[in-house]
Nanobody
């Protein structure tokens, strides 16, 4: 059983930055998703085990960066130029294999989520 633990959420003004962290051990593709109240869980970004391949949702390209430090068993999501529409619970997810899917159902393990609130 893989345990994923997110941290780093909080309240920030529009235009500000936050960095989310996800502690996870094992050779997994890692992804970040987010879910706003009353909405579906949406893909944000994903990264391969080696870290050489990344994928982003169009809505966050150029603002968010996913990275990982396998020596620390940690995946990061650096979020810059935050907008009120980025407000959501952010989830870390892990999957076996080499593909970087955008569908939540393709991921095998999930964290408990961390709230990100961006005020206008």
């Amino acid at each position: 059983q893989v345990q994923l633990v997110e941290s780093g959420g909080g309240l920030v003004q529009a235009g500000g930055s936050l960095r989310l962290s996800c502690a996870a051990s094992g050779r997994y593709v890692m992804g970040w998703f987010r879910q706003a109240p009353g909405k579906e869980r949406d893909f944000v970004a994903a990264i391969s085990w080696i870290g050489a391949t990344t994928s982003y949702a169009d809505s966050v390209k150029g603002r968010f960066t996913i990275s990982r430090d396998n020596a620390k068993n940690t995946v990061y999501l650096q979020m810059n130029s935050l907008k009120p529409e980025d407000t959501a619970v952010y989830y870390c997810a892990a999957k076996n294999g080499n593909t970087l899917p955008t569908m939540p159902g393709r991921y095998d393990y999930w964290g408990q989520g961390t709230q990100v609130t961006v005020s206008s």
